[in-house]
């Protein structure tokens, strides 16, 4: 059996690795070629935007492999608008929830009353409630503050829908920061501010990217809000400009699938960097343990 | 081993503890005797932005459509313009035929939804926790449908089954299986829209169920093989007892993304053909921006949070009840 043979080198050279279970060697490269073929389709849609959006389109001279297309989209299109206001939205979003989620994960992680069984209910229902309910109020609350068709108006909304799930992640995050290195500091004179910053924010960096990355995808992918908010060209941000783009181009694969391919490469570049800091088994823990 | 100590770690991992559970650090009623007890004014100004924010962008929003579902206004008339109509919203969407087959295929797109990605993505997640060459890259790979952004895959998905010219029509008629208009027929479109929410959503199951499932004590399952358990009665009575904490959270949460779930419908379908896949908050969506009538639209919203708040709070002391176990 060639796969018997096979499976000794990957058992050699991974011998710090704890064995799972003990059928676990025989079979594996079995499996790994069962998993290779279902991730091969699985993702079949993403493959077909990458190899689309590297093909000539209907106007082009050139066949084969080419990056014209994202040339032309580049030149022609508003994509690099799009771009850069996704970008704004997204970070703005990313550190307003971060700055204000962290703090009061803390209180959440740490303390255990009435008061904050009540905050934690309210998270609950917050995160159940639909988009759309919300977004008809706000527009015409918006209307009124001059926030509708710009980005901070956007970027207001994003916060606030992201809130709930990125103080559940920060709490699950703090959970697992044993509160002795605070109890220390405390008697060492330091207040709940000083050691909440210089002890609890400084081991929390995978938590505060958890809750980053989290905060930037919803940012990144909404497409809801930024199609009621905002309606200037300069205004758009990625989804609704692929959108609108795909709509008056439908023919023209080539390019649409090149601003595609520009929306979708930050959150891949971002996973392919940071998965491993990116968590959501906490989320689980803090939303039922308190 | 002990069968003793088996059973307690059997216990502990049920509990959850050493995960998420709760630590026994953790400051319970002791009230002013530490230095976190006496900080009460610092944790208020730690937990008074956030409140500040969820209450102005969450619940006052949703006070707001209350008092628009009983007018009949449009998107642009404040409250204070609109004239009172009383419950009549609510009377005349319950008893349209476009709600009633609304709330149906809400209903089934949530069902299908939930569980075909629940048992999707616990599948992945019990093979990537045996030994597999380059396990790791698989993680990463398997997660992408859910990091695309949802436009980018509904446009992909649309080359790839839009019309009867597309990529997968082509494919199937090759094989005999010929005029599958995957968009046009109102049951197939809503086949479609369901495997591409289950398509995009395994992923998220797949993490939960992923770290539910690192938390598992191996000797558990020692203990059921000495015990003569099959792979199967292991599944079933091991390893899913001791997640089902997790499943029961990741089943509230993809219930209330796939209710609240617009562009996944939208993108691909706006809703057609024949209405045949409008969702609740695609009918919403459709009264209150095509139609300019927020009245109805307020009203199927709320009916919707409604039975969304009371669903998850069942669920939510459900939750809480396999935790205390």
């Given at each position: 059996m060639s796969h018997t043979a096979a499976a000794e080198p990957g058992t050699v050279a991974t011998?710090?690795?704890?064995?799972?279970?003990?059928?676990?060697?025989?079979?594996q490269w079995w499996r790994f070629g069962v998993i290779a073929v279902l991730t091969l389709i699985v993702n079949t849609p993403i493959l077909a935007v990458l190899y689309l959006s590297t093909q000539a389109g209907p106007n082009s001279t050139t066949t084969g492999f080419t990056l014209e297309n994202f040339a032309r989209v580049f030149a022609e299109t508003d994509v690099t608008i799009w771009l850069g206001n996704s970008l704004t939205v997204a970070l703005v979003t990313v550190v307003v929830a971060v700055v204000v989620a962290a703090p009061a994960g803390y209180v959440l992680s740490r303390l255990r009353n009435r008061l904050v069984s009540g905050y934690s209910l309210i998270l609950f229902v917050v995160q159940s409630l639909p988009v759309v309910t919300a977004a008809i109020p706000l527009f015409l609350t918006f209307t009124v503050f001059g926030l509708v068709d710009s980005l901070g108006g956007v970027a207001i909304v994003y916060i606030g829908s992201t809130m709930s799930v990125a103080i559940w992640m920060m709490a699950a995050y703090f959970?697992?920061?044993?509160?002795s290195l605070e109890e220390a500091a405390w008697m060492d004179g330091a207040t709940v501010f000083g050691s909440f910053r210089r002890i609890v924010l400084r081991n929390s960096l995978p938590g505060i990217l958890s809750t980053a990355i989290f905060s930037f995808l919803l940012a990144w992918n909404d497409y809801l809000i930024a199609l009621l908010f905002l309606q200037s060209p300069d205004k758009l941000t990625l989804p609704v400009g692929l959108q609108t783009f795909f709509q008056q181009n439908a023919a023209d694969w080539a390019s649409v699938m090149a601003v595609a391919v520009v929306m979708m490469a930050p959150p891949i570049l971002i996973f392919a960097v940071l998965n491993r800091y990116f968590?959501?088994?906490g989320i689980g823990g803090s939303l039922a343990g308190r | 081993m002990s069968i003793g100590t088996v059973a307690e770690r059997l216990q502990q991992a049920r509990r959850g503890v050493g995960v998420s559970g709760r630590r026994p650090g953790t400051v319970r009623?002791?009230?002013?005797?530490?230095p976190l007890g006496r900080a009460r004014g610092t944790l208020a100004l730690f937990a008074i932005p956030s409140l500040l924010l969820l209450v102005l962008l969450n619940v006052f929003p949703v006070g707001y459509a209350i008092i628009q579902s009983v007018q009949d206004g449009t998107?642009?008339?404040l409250p204070t313009e609109a004239p009172f109509v009383g419950f009549a919203n609510y009377v005349n969407v319950v008893t349209s035929a476009q709600f009633l087959h609304a709330a149906l295929f809400t209903l089934a797109f949530t069902i299908c939804g939930v569980f075909g990605s629940w048992i999707i993505g616990m599948a992945f997640a019990l093979l990537l926790r045996?030994?597999?060459?380059a396990n790791a890259a698989f993680k990463v790979l398997l997660l992408l449908p859910w990091i695309v952004p949802v436009v980018v895959s509904a446009t992909a998905w649309n080359w790839l089954?839009?019309?009867?010219?597309s990529p997968l029509p082509v494919a199937l008629s090759a094989i005999g299986?010929?005029?599958?208009?995957f968009l046009g027929d109102p049951v197939l479109a809503q086949i479609v829209v369901i495997i591409f929410k289950v398509w995009i959503s395994f992923p998220f199951m797949m993490m939960m169920m992923s770290s539910a499932l690192a938390s598992v004590d191996l000797n558990v399952y020692e203990a059921a093989k000495i015990d003569g358990a099959t792979q199967w009665q292991a599944l079933t009575g091991v390893t899913l007892p001791i997640v089902s904490r997790t499943t029961y959270i990741s089943w509230v949460l993809m219930t209330i993304f796939c209710v609240n779930d617009f562009p996944t419908i939208f993108l691909l379908t706006?809703?057609?053909?024949?209405?045949?896949?409008?969702?609740l908050i695609v009918l919403a969506y459709q009264a209150a921006f095509?139609?300019?009538?927020?009245g109805p639209a307020t009203a199927i919203a709320i009916l919707m949070t409604v039975v969304l708040v009371i669903v998850s709070t069942v669920l939510y002391r459900q939750i809480k009840k396999v935790n205390i176990e």
């Open positions: 011998p710090w690795r704890r064995a799972p279970i003990a059928r676990d060697k025989k079979g959970d697992s920061i044993p509160i968590s959501l088994g | 009623s002791r009230g002013d005797r530490t998107p642009s008339t045996t030994r597999i060459p089954v839009a019309t009867p010219q299986v010929t005029n599958a208009n706006q809703g057609g053909p024949v209405n045949a896949t409008t969702s095509q139609d300019q009538q927020t």
